[in-house]
């Protein structure tokens, strides 16, 4: 290993300096609010406050999923949350979430409004609301949560993992980079292989497993995170290719990725999502705001 570093960590760790990554200014060993700050509510019944990176997108997709069956209940307002900013250490979105993460969901519908965080927790919570993307037959529905469960623990190795040593820490680490390329690797083929052999995740359904997968996987396949496609040779995942292709290509899902998104394209950024009709006549405000 040409980059072992000498480290002998203290009795007790102590936050006293800075790391240096990518993210270290919003890095803390505490949590709860660090300001006094309302979150902005709007008309619809949902009121989501995230940004459009790939946990964020999975719950625009799904709501312009639901929106496309028909289900006008899940018209939502979907505000910006800029986490390189500090946004989710604000005391309102704390509230709805107290782990200060995105995305955060409120639920206005009822008498009393609903928290729900946890982006596989605000799909299945979407998914038996509106009794839709979650296979009612018990066997499916087990193949639907697996997978959907899955993701949630899988993508912290592929996020907070390879994406983080790969692209995003101070040091390129090679024990770190070879630890996370293996096992994002080994998610890969974990996928090829249900793939090879069903349509979707849960089978010959579309479903929250797919919708909360394709964000990540599929985003990886198709290039879009951490620049890592030839690293990680992802077109020899030839059945994750396909499958990502067919999600990709639905409109919803196109839609979904554009919600909330401040990089890449302007055409493609959506900064907030009030009305359908905001697809079409976005206002495109300049944001320089760093990838993650
Ligand atoms: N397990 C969570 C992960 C959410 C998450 O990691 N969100 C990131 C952005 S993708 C975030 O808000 N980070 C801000 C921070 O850590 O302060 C979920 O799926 O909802």
Known sequence: MS???????????????????????INRPISGPTHEKELPVGQHPLQLYSLGTPNGVKVTIMLEEL???????????????????GDQFGSG????????KIPALLDRSGPKPIRVFESGAILLYLAEKFGAFLPADTAARAECLSWLFWQMGSAPYLGGGFGHFYAYA?????????????EAKRQLDVLDRRLAGNEYLAGSDYTIADIAVFPWYGGLAKGWLYD???????????????????????AAVKRGRMVNRVTGELSSQLHERHD?????????????????
């Open 3 to 25: 980059d072992a570093h000498e480290y002998t960590p203290p009795k007790v760790w102590t936050w006293d300096k800075a790391s240096g990554g990518r993210f270290a200014s």
């Open 170 to 182: 101070p040091a390129k680490i090679e024990y770190a980079i070879d630890r996370f390329a293996m």
């Open 228 to 250: 890592a496609a030839e690293f990680l040779q992802v077109q020899d995942y030839k059945h994750v290719q396909r499958w990502a292709d067919a999600v990709g290509e639905r």
């Open 93 to 100: 979105f704390v509230a709805v979430n107290p782990n200060s």
């Open 67 to 85: 929106l496309a069956l028909g289900h006008a209940g899940a018209e939502y307002d979907a505000w910006l949350i800029r986490i390189n900013e």
């Open 276 to 292: 359908a009709g905001d697809f079409d006549t976005k206002t495109q405000d300049k944001l320089t705001f760093a990838s993650q």
